[in-house]
């Protein structure tokens, strides 16, 4: 079966940080771009940003909301994926997912998805 | 721009036709994907290409392009069907990607 599963989420002051993680299973991992969505509550999906694979040299591209503070990783030999975030601010809570990203003759998708992993930043 | 913009809410009856607009620059250039998510869950692939479904979809899901203009189609829907649903596509830069503002979709 192919899944994600999120974890690392949490309340954090403002300021601070906090690393997600993104544990795969049922697909090859180390082939696949791997990105990260959130979702404010009661709000829309925004893109927060995406690494690819080793191939296309772990290129790392970033929503303008997080670029600077926040930073995606991965580590192939675990098949998992990570998002390192610095200097949160209220603004970024949300539920944060991770997803693979597919592509095949000009087409874009985004499947399958975590069940994300809620991040609460306040004082 | 970089932005997709859907309506942000539908009704349909139940069994009958509803299509979902997003509207942007740059599907002049990249194929829309589809979302669906219900309350409290993750969102889930139901449109990819110019008009693919994975498997376990239901074939009333249809997908379309002209312009700047993806839409999303349902015929027949039923009360399962009711859910927030976004597309996405990549910006104009093609480095990014962007999601749909969603659209509600209620089932009378």
């Known amino acids: 079966e192919v899944q994600l599963v999120e974890s690392g989420g949490g309340l954090v002051q403002p300021g601070g940080s906090l690393k997600l993680s993104c544990a795969a299973s049922g697909f090859t991992f180390s082939g696949s771009a791997m990105h990260w969505v959130r979702q404010a509550s009661g709000k829309g999906l925004e893109w927060v940003g995406r690494i690819r694979s080793k191939a296309n040299s772990y290129a790392t591209a970033y929503a303008a909301s997080v670029k600077g503070r926040f930073t995606i990783s991965r580590d192939d030999s675990k098949n998992t994926a990570y998002l390192q975030m610095n200097s949160l601010k209220t603004e970024d809570t949300a539920v944060y997912y991770c997803t693979r990203h597919r592509w095949y003759e000009g087409f874009d998708w985004f499947d399958p998805w975590g069940q994300g992993t809620l991040v609460t930043v306040s004082s | 721009s970089s932005e997709l913009t859907q309506d942000p809410a539908v009704s349909v009856a139940l069994g009958q036709t509803v299509r979902i607009t997003c509207q942007g620059d740059s599907l002049k250039n990249y194929y829309a994907s589809w979302y669906q998510q219900k309350p409290g869950q993750a969102p889930v692939l139901v449109i990819y290409?110019?008009?693919n479904r994975p498997s376990g979809i239901p074939d009333r899901f249809s997908g379309s392009s002209s312009g700047n203009t993806a839409s999303l189609t349902i015929t027949g829907a039923q009360a399962e069907d009711e859910a927030d649903y976004y597309c996405n596509s990549r910006d104009s830069s093609g480095n990014h990607y962007v999601f749909g503002t969603g659209t509600k979709v209620t089932v009378l």
């Open positions: 290409g110019k008009n």
